[in-house]
């Protein structure tokens, strides 16, 4: 009689108790960071003239976003990695990489619970303020709100009393007129009749420079427009490189927080009564 032996590997390759451990922790401990950064950075910033160091808190600050992002998903994979439990009898290659694999899946719940924090802030955000946007929804400012607020400007040597400013519905307008327009070098006849016509009744000028007023308008609005562009991108690609690099954080830590665990490194964390 032959005895049937089952020596196939049956513990699990991931533990979720210990994803959704390391989880929570990395992103608490996030958000901790981020509260400070946010408190330094507002320190190097003032309303007062020459008390503000604009460049140098957008410079720490993009330093300290990527150190708290690094910190964040190394935490993570270690304490996801850390307190999954001992596998036996599996070769120390199979274990690493499965305790890398906590630390990416890991990395994933943290960004899932960022993108849903971040989404339930913003939709409280809009509900709350709804009453307000739709009492001043005339006045919110727009990309194109600088812009066109300034072609109702009166010319010099006339008084500002005597100028009437531009309604919401004719901002409107002329925002809408500058929005379909954009991808061409000037405003079309047509367009550009339309908005000069209201700019001169507005500001009590004639019709030419009125239309001077108009080109000059447009031009500003598709050098803010592409600068508002390049700064969408350049957010977007500084947000999934440092993504990028916070997988390869959870993936080390996830490493170091098996190899703690499998070595018996005791924690090292105590509290003493002085």
């Known amino acids: 009689m032959v005895e049937i032996v089952d020596v196939r590997d049956t513990s699990p390759l991931i533990s979720w108790r210990g994803i959704f451990a390391g989880a929570v922790a990395g992103t608490a401990f996030y958000f901790v960071l981020m509260s400070i950064g946010i408190a330094a950075g507002l320190s190097l910033l003032s309303p007062w003239p020459g008390q503000s160091h604009t460049w140098l808190a957008a410079s720490i600050a993009a330093a300290w976003t990527l150190i708290a992002t690094i910190a964040w998903f190394l935490i993570a994979g270690f304490v996801a990695a850390r307190v999954r439990p001992r596998v036996a009898d599996v070769p120390p290659d199979e274990v690493e990489y499965r305790d890398g694999l906590q630390g990416f899946i890991t990395w994933g719940v943290c960004v899932l619970f960022a993108t849903l924090i971040v989404a339930s802030a913003e939709s409280a955000a809009l509900r709350g303020g709804y009453s307000a946007v739709a009492k ?16 109702a400007a009166p010319p010099e040597g006339k008084p500002v009393t005597t100028v009437q400013l531009l309604s919401p519905e004719e901002e409107k307008t002329i925002e809408a007129v500058f929005m379909r327009s954009f991808g061409n070098e000037q405003l079309s006849p047509n367009d550009k009749n339309l908005v000069s016509s209201i700019v001169a009744a507005r500001a009590g000028i004639p019709q030419a420079d009125a239309q001077a007023r108009v080109d000059t308008a447009y031009t500003d609005a598709i050098a803010a427009l592409d600068k508002a562009k390049k700064a969408t991108e350049l957010v977007g690609l500084v947000t999934g490189i440092g993504l990028l690099i916070g997988l390869v954080a959870a993936w080390y830590g996830g490493i170091r927080g098996g190899s703690s665990r499998d070595t018996s490194v005791l924690a090292r964390f105590r509290f003493r009564a002085f």
Request: charged share 5%; net charge positive; hydrophobic share 40%.
């Open 136 to 151: 001043f929804s005339s006045t919110s400012a727009s990309p194109l709100s600088r812009v066109v607020s300034t072609l």
